[in-house]
């Protein structure tokens, strides 16, 4: 065991066979399900509710890990929780206290993230930093699949990963966008133990061997 988890992103899937797709993954030796919810505000496009949540949870085992680039997280924490989420995904960047997302998320016993974009400085979380238990890095800015994997993001990935351990903190690094064969090799170096792929894996042939071959390190 590599100890990386891999998170299929379904945003790259074939939607008009989304049941087929994720029970391929599952079946692939995916770990966990990234589900990206979109608002149109936050980012630039548009995806999917909780009701689509609650049927993908209907038809899989896998843990759902829920990306929320929405600049209204609260209104919606507790509907993806009953919806069948298992980990809530918000960003740092929205307005709203993230003390206040976090006491949501965990009132449901739940796991707590929290993702900063490409630009977003790590010391902007600091002080959350003890209580979170993801930290997702993105390695791109938010809102499409299919980019490349911004290099300069690896800095921040290992600056994480020397607080967590100097501090003893109890998050796990997530990375997401423009991971591959290749570029999930800086990732993890860096400390990231959580890889979300989208157009790797579904746009691949061999969807055990792309899995697999994220499970570097
Ligand atoms: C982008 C999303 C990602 C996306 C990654 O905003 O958060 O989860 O699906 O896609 P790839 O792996 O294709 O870059
Ligand atoms: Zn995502």
């Known amino acids: 065991m590599s100890g990386i988890i891999v998170a299929p992103s379904v945003l790259s899937a074939d939607f008009l066979h989304l049941e087929d797709e994720i029970k391929a993954v599952e ?3 995916a770990d966990w399900l990234h589900v990206d919810i979109m608002d149109g505000h936050f980012v630039p496009n548009l995806t999917f509710g909780p009701k689509l949540v609650k049927s993908i949870r209907g038809i899989t085992r896998l843990p759902l890990d829920v990306h929320l680039m929405l600049d209204n997280p609260q209104t919606f924490i507790e509907k993806f929780i009953s919806a069948g989420a298992d980990n809530i995904t918000v960003h ?3 307005t709203v206290p993230v003390p206040q997302l976090f006491d949501m998320v965990k009132s449901h016993f739940k796991s707590f993230g929290l993702s900063i974009k490409p630009d977003t400085p790590l010391e902007s979380v600091s002080d959350y ?3 979170i238990d993801i930290l997702l890095i993105m390695t791109v800015y938010p809102g499409f699949g299919g980019q490349e994997y ?3 993001v690896t800095a921040k990935i290992a600056e994480a990963a020397r607080l ?3 501090n003893d903190y109890h998050f796990a690094i997530e990375v997401d966008g423009g991971l591959n064969e290749r570029t ?3 990732a993890v170096s860096g400390g990231a133990t959580i890889i979300v792929a989208g157009e790797y894996i579904f746009g691949s042939r ?3 061997a792309a899995i697999n071959s994220l499970r570097v390190g």
């Open 27 to 29: 079946k692939a030796g």
């Open 129 to 131: 930093l003890d209580m």
């Open 164 to 166: 967590k351990a100097d």
């Open 150 to 152: 911004i290099e300069s």
């Open 92 to 94: 740092s960047e929205v």
């Open 184 to 186: 999930v090799m800086t």
């Open 206 to 208: 061999d969807y055990r």
